[in-house]
């Protein structure tokens, strides 16, 4: 049996008794440009818990328009359902800029730190406002999508 349910962009927001994460951060807007969440999503089932994943990417190669108000409103209801938000900032500024997510990051450390998780390369451009926020409210950063993973879960299952 599966352990996590994943919750792709768009899909109907329906509750779950699960607890819940959100793989936030940027999302590619160019074909040649690959995902970081399939490398999130291999990760936190090498954990083997039993949770649900809100992935606001498509199922598979469906068309979409990331900048879209649907899929804009399907990350907001998302964002307030999860238990707790990954932040992943593989930064770079031709290809994944981020700048949705910078908004996201704002609105969510003003609102409920507590739920958040900050992970980056130590190389992304742009990363130091983001990064001060992480240590003025202590919210755990680390420098690796997999230890990334590894602290938003240990938040998530010492939450709830």
Do not use: C
């Amino acid at each position: 049996m599966e352990n996590l349910q994943v919750i792709y962009t768009l899909d109907p927001l329906v509750g779950t008794a699960l607890p819940s994460l959100f793989l936030a951060g940027p999302t590619p807007r160019h074909p040649h440009v690959r995902s970081w969440r399939p490398q999130a999503l291999r990760t936190i089932r090498s954990y083997r818990e039993k949770l649900a994943i809100y992935y606001p990417e498509p199922r598979g190669s469906d068309s979409w328009n990331p900048d879209g108000v649907q899929h804009i409103r399907w990350e907001r209801e998302a964002l307030k359902r999860a238990d707790a938000i990954l932040f992943w900032m593989p930064r770079q500024l031709t290809n994944m800029p981020g700048f949705r997510s910078n908004t996201e990051w704002g609105f969510w450390t003003a609102r409920n730190p507590d739920k958040l998780v900050l992970g980056y390369p130590k190389d992304a451009p742009g990363m130091r406002g983001m990064s001060d926020d992480a240590q003025y409210y202590g919210i755990p950063i680390a420098h690796s999508l997999s230890a990334t993973v590894k602290l938003s879960l240990e938040k998530l299952f010492s939450v709830r």
